[in-house]
């Protein structure tokens, strides 16, 4: 059974950082497309930033030279760091895999942006 859970949300000022953590469950890491979407109240949810089994990147030309996408398969865990913070960030962010059978979706941690 897969599963995503997200976690390391939470309220910070304008310029500042926050560390997203996705842990993977099942095994499935190293082998599949994972990323990080994310969802403000009344648009749709979009793409942050993925990352493939081969490490390859790609960032959401919005996030590109602030937020960076990493995956450490030794602990199973997808990260999102998060720099100079804007109150356009501000959204749930979720964490994605496809291991090109199926995809799977965590639950959402909440990032808020605001002085």
């Known amino acids: 059974q897969v599963q995503l859970v997200e976690s390391g949300g939470g309220l910070v000022q304008p310029g500042g950082s926050l560390r997203l953590s996705c842990a993977v469950s099942?095994?499935?890491?190293?082998?599949?497309?994972v990323g990080w979407y994310r969802q403000a109240p009344g648009t749709q949810r979009d793409m942050v930033a993925v990352?493939?089994?081969?490490?390859?990147?790609i960032h959401a030309d919005s996030v590109k030279g602030r937020f960076t996408i990493s995956r450490d398969n030794a602990k199973n865990t997808l990260y999102l760091q998060m720099n100079s913070l804007k109150p356009e960030d501000t959204a749930v962010y979720y964490c994605?895999?496809?291991?090109?059978?199926?995809?799977?979706w965590g639950q959402g941690t909440q990032v808020t942006v605001s002085s």
């Open positions: 994605y895999a496809n291991t090109g059978f199926r995809s799977y």
């Open positions: 099942g095994s499935i890491l190293r082998s599949a497309i």
């Open positions: 990352i493939a089994s081969s490490g390859s990147t």
